[in-house]
């Protein structure tokens, strides 16, 4: 979707192996967000940043660490990948405000730890 | 906390017959809520949103969404479903004034039968 680029788009690990998921965004926006999306759970937000240098855990953030060093980029990494973490992972990013709020979607990072 | 019910999973529809798609949420304000869909392998797009005003909402691809504070709902309808609207459709409800999160239903998945 335009504005928010997430890299890579596919990746597998196997258990143990680190990786960073990256998000991009050139919206000069302040709210970016990293989800997870599984099968009959929808998407669940793993941790947010409200601006540059915060941020703030969702709702699974176990096994995961964030960081937004810029009002650009927010990425996010996993220390040791476990097969409970195969996903698909979606970055956003809020724009606008009051009626013209909008949530725009990266294309999703599909991982597969085995 | 904000939270976001869906309780159809999967609904099964006949293409040209009417469709309603159920979404309920907790929240103690005025929320703002959204429709998204999600074609098989794609990132998701925004159908409509809801901040204020007229509690019928128009959006793309001729849905809409009727918001009842009465019920807390907002659930999503089509006059006439046509096959190509075969998809998961999630409903999200935030909170930008304070948490600045996007909290996702679970997602109903949209099978379209010739």
């Known amino acids: 979707n335009a504005g928010v680029t997430q890299t890579p788009k596919f990746q597998v690990l196997k258990t143990g192996q680190s990786m960073t998921l990256q998000c991009a965004q050139d919206m000069n926006h302040n709210s970016m967000y990293w989800y997870r999306q599984d099968p009959g759970m929808g998407l669940r937000l793993i941790y947010y940043?409200?601006?540059?240098?915060?941020?703030d855990k969702g709702e699974v953030p176990n096994g995961y660490n964030v960081s937004r060093l810029n009002k650009r980029e927010f990425s996010l990494r996993l220390e040791s990948a476990a097969p409970s973490q195969t996903s698909v992972y979606f970055c956003a990013i809020v724009q606008g405000v009051g009626m013209n709020t909008e949530a725009f979607f990266g294309q999703g990072t599909r991982l597969t730890v085995v | 906390a904000q939270s976001v019910t869906q309780p159809d999973i999967h609904i099964t529809v006949s293409e040209g017959a009417s469709l309603e798609l159920r979404c309920n949420y907790s929240?103690?304000?005025?929320?703002?809520l959204f429709w998204y869909v999600q074609s098989p392998g794609q990132g998701l797009q925004l159908l409509l949103k809801y901040f204020s005003g007229d509690t019928l909402v128009q959006g793309i691809k001729g849905f809409e969404a009727e918001f009842k504070r009465s019920q807390s709902s907002f659930n999503l309808r089509k006059p006439s479903v046509h096959w190509s609207d075969a998809a998961e459709y999630f409903c999200a409800v935030a909170d930008f004034s304070d948490t600045d999160k996007l909290i996702f239903g679970t997602g109903t998945r949209l099978q379209v039968f010739p």
């Open positions: 929240y103690g304000a005025t929320p703002y």
């Open positions: 940043s409200a601006s540059e240098g915060t941020t």
